[in-house]
Nanobody, 125 residues
Framework: EVQLVESGGGLVQPGGSLRLSCVAS????????MSWLRQAPGKGLEWVSA????????YYAGSVKGRFTISRDDAKNTLYLQLNSLKTEDTAMYYC??????????????????WGQGTQVTVSS
């Protein structure tokens, strides 16, 4: 069965950094685009970033572009999100998800059927 396990979250001060990991199993990880999403307290789910199969193209929400970096290590079946210059508004539960194909598409959100349990990021002074 498909499993996605996030880790790396924690408490950090504004301006600090964290590196999130998502270990995948139960499918051929290298064949799929992957995404990170987050949900802040009292708010809806927000798409954050995506990376295509092979790592050739990446995508970012405007709110994180220039601060976050998505990457993957197919040999380790692991997806990463490097969070730099963190702001209090980045506080959220962060989830990784498998996309429906090799390529990310905002129009194909209904195929995003597999999620991890999430890892909490709290940015506070």
């Amino acid at each position: 069965e498909v499993q996605l396990v996030e880790s790396g979250g924690g408490l950090v001060q504004p301006g600090g950094s964290l590196r999130l990991s998502c270990v995948a199993s139960g499918f051929t990880f290298s064949n799929y685009a992957m995404s990170w999403l987050r949900q802040a307290p009292g708010k809806g789910l927000e798409w954050v970033s995506a990376i295509n199969s092979g790592g050739g193209r990446t995508y970012y929400a405007g709110s994180v572009k220039g601060r976050f970096t998505i990457s993957r290590d197919d040999a380790k079946n692991t997806l990463y999100l490097q969070l730099n210059s963190l702001k209090t508004e980045d506080t959220a539960m962060y989830y990784c998800a498998r996309e429906g194909s090799q390529y990310y598409s905002s129009a194909d959100y209904l195929s995003r059927n597999y999620w991890g349990q999430g890892t909490q990021v709290t940015v506070s002074s």
